[in-house]
Nanobody, 126 residues
Framework: QVQPVESGGGLVQAGGSLRLSCAAS????????MGWFRQAPEKEREFVAA????????YYTDSVKGRFTISRDNAKNAVYLQMNDLKPEDTAVYYC???????????????????WGQGTQVTVSS
């Protein structure tokens, strides 16, 4: 079973950048699509981005398109979220998640993912 652990969050000014990392244990990491979610205070968890198990396909929610980039390194069992041009509304706890099944999944469906990590806080000041 793949278990994710997030890191890389912090405090940044609007317009700045952060790179989140997700280290995932488990020998079958490369067989699973991975996703990033976020949850702001008093809001529901939001699906942000996803990447196929091969890394060849990606999905982004509209609010982050052109600013965020998801990538993976299967040799390192890691997934990354490069966040540029950050805005105060990006402030949230960011979670890495693993697809429920191995192989190809529909990346745009948040319900395809589970097994979130503990999260990493991202705070963007105006």
């Amino acid at each position: 079973q793949v278990q994710p652990v997030e890191s890389g969050g912090g405090l940044v000014q609007a317009g700045g950048s952060l790179r989140l990392s997700c280290a995932a244990s488990g020998r079958t990491f490369s067989a699973y699509a991975m996703g990033w979610f976020r949850q702001a205070p008093e809001k529901e968890r939001e699906f942000v981005a996803a990447i196929s198990y091969t890394g060849g396909a990606t999905y982004y929610t509209d609010s982050v398109k052109g600013r965020f980039t998801i990538s993976r390194d299967n040799a390192k069992n890691a997934v990354y979220l490069q966040m540029n041009d950050l805005k105060p509304e990006d402030t949230a706890v960011y979670y890495c998640a693993v697809a429920k099944t191995m192989g190809s999944v529909y990346l745009g469906r948040s319900g395809a993912f589970s097994s979130w990590g503990q999260g990493t806080q991202v705070t963007v000041s105006s």
